[in-house]
């Protein structure tokens, strides 16, 4: 973190451009511990830095890191065509900085989705270099047999794969349940494996990635919070 000017800092935070901050500071709008800042050219050290913005509260974050419980019939798109995008479950001021998506799940897949405004962390999480373990739950139309957690095990070719593809894990947890972990993201990839192996997803939900857990973070469909350092560590390799 840095110091900068409180324009500056408004700006980096999202809340629009250069031109309104400057009017949000003057017109009286910002506080810092319940004193009026009306000086936009104030410097300020941004480490530890909390505004009041319009008399809420405000934590400035350099980069932001961010789960969201995705809900069906959300696009992960960043011009979503059929269902509102995801950016709309979160603040306005995320997607003036620039909050993505890491990686995609299909439009009714729910879960958990990672997003950020950090481009190195984005890039480097959703390589395919990195082989970080991501758990779907599939509810599948057809029965799960011991024949498909084999197959999915050993290997399913995709049409447009080189070679096949196999689940790292692959448990069957109901009758129609079957929990898999992939250390892939090809496009529907689940669906698709599932499909090549004569079964049907009938709906599929990310549970964790790496060790991170979704239930482990107490929000509820729809909803998102900030990660910790803690909570960033659990989502290196295994
Ligand atoms: N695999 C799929 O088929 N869909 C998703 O959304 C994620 C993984």
Redesign the pocket.
């Known amino acids: 973190m840095s110091k900068l000017s409180l324009d500056r800092i408004l700006q980096s935070q999202g809340f629009g451009t250069r031109k309104y901050c400057r009017a949000l500071i003057e017109d009286g709008d910002v506080a810092i511990d319940g004193v009026v800042q009306d000086n936009y050219k104030a410097t300020l050290e941004t480490e530890g830095l909390v505004l009041e913005v319009f008399g809420e509260q405000w934590v400035v974050r350099e980069r932001v890191y961010i789960a969201l419980y995705k809900p069906s019939d959300y696009e992960c798109s960043r011009k979503p065509s059929h269902h509102p995008g995801v950016l709309t479950l979160l603040p306005e001021q995320f997607t003036w900085r620039d909050v993505q998506p890491v990686g995609?799940?299909?439009h009714d897949?729910t879960g958990m989705l990672l997003m950020s405004d950090d481009g190195p962390f984005i890039h480097a999480q959703s390589s395919p270099k990195r082989h970080v373990p991501?758990v779907?739950l599939a509810t599948t139309a057809e029965p799960v047999t011991d024949a498909l957690v084999a197959q999915l095990l050993a290997g399913v070719q995709l049409h447009d794969e080189p070679a096949p593809l196999a689940a790292v894990t692959c448990i069957k947890r109901g009758e129609h349940q079957l929990e898999i972990v992939?250390e892939q993201?090809k496009y529907?990839?689940?669906?698709?494996m599932l499909a090549a192996a004569g079964n049907h997803?009938a709906a599929?939900h990310?549970s964790a990635i790496g060790q991170l857990e979704l239930a482990s973070l107490g929000i509820g469909e729809g909803e998102w919070c900030y990660l910790t350092p803690e909570q960033l560590a659990l989502l290196a390799p295994a």
């Open positions: 995609r799940l299909d897949t991501k779907y992939l993201g529907h990839q689940v669906k698709r997803c599929l990310r």
